[in-house]
């Protein structure tokens, strides 16, 4: 079954480009966004690869670690490894899983048959300290993640974990929010000082600081 937002993200033992993880001891205490790619030696997965590892410093000031995780064998990771850095950039700074038998995979639901052959889809899962999944994402193979868009939306759940707001169609860091539905108008008004109301269920606030 499909994981949920809210579900525990499955623990795994894993042989990656930096050694072998246990993926919750390797994460503990951070959020990590595990990202999954259908195969080495491809044009958009490449680029994919280069972009996140050109980003990682923005992921790594978030609290977040990043993984990638393909169905080849760690061999192939490892040779491909350098056209990544080619291509971006950047040398590749972040692990990619080994997943040849597919366990990890299949316990994200990360191989959707009625997709071609049985490399996974482009999946994202974002997940929280307490190994919680805050986000889930799948794009086509022949499709590019927007990494930048992944950055927003951890700025936006961890904006959201620790202010009552919520955030806006297409919101940006520092532009104004959505007072949250919990709070009352005049109550809101404490805390954040200037309410904008457009409609009762509808108020902004300028950018909260945390
Ligand atoms: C790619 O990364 O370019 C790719 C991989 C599998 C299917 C389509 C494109």
Known sequence: MALKLGDTAPDFHAETTDGPIDFHEWKKGSWAMLFSHPADYTPVCTTELGTTARLNDDFIERGV????????????????????????????????????????????????????????????????????????????????????????????????????????????????????PTLSTDQARERFGDVKEIKPYLRYTAAPTP
């Open 65 to 180: 670690k990043t993984i990638a995780i393909s169905v080849d064998p760690i061999e192939d990771h490892r040779g491909w490894a350098p056209d990544i850095g080619d291509v971006g950039g950047t040398d590749l700074n972040f692990p990619i899983i080994a997943d040849p038998d597919r366990t990890i995979s299949e316990a994200y639901d990360m191989i959707h048959p009625g997709e071609g052959d049985s490399s996974s889809v482009r999946s994202v899962f974002i997940i929280d300290p307490d190994n919680k999944v805050r986000l889930t994402l799948t794009y086509p193979k022949s499709v590019g993640r927007n990494f930048e868009e992944l950055l927003r939306v951890v700025d936006a759940i961890q904006l959201t974990d620790l202010v009552p707001v919520a955030t806006p169609a297409d919101w940006k860091p520092g532009e104004k929010v959505i007072v949250s």
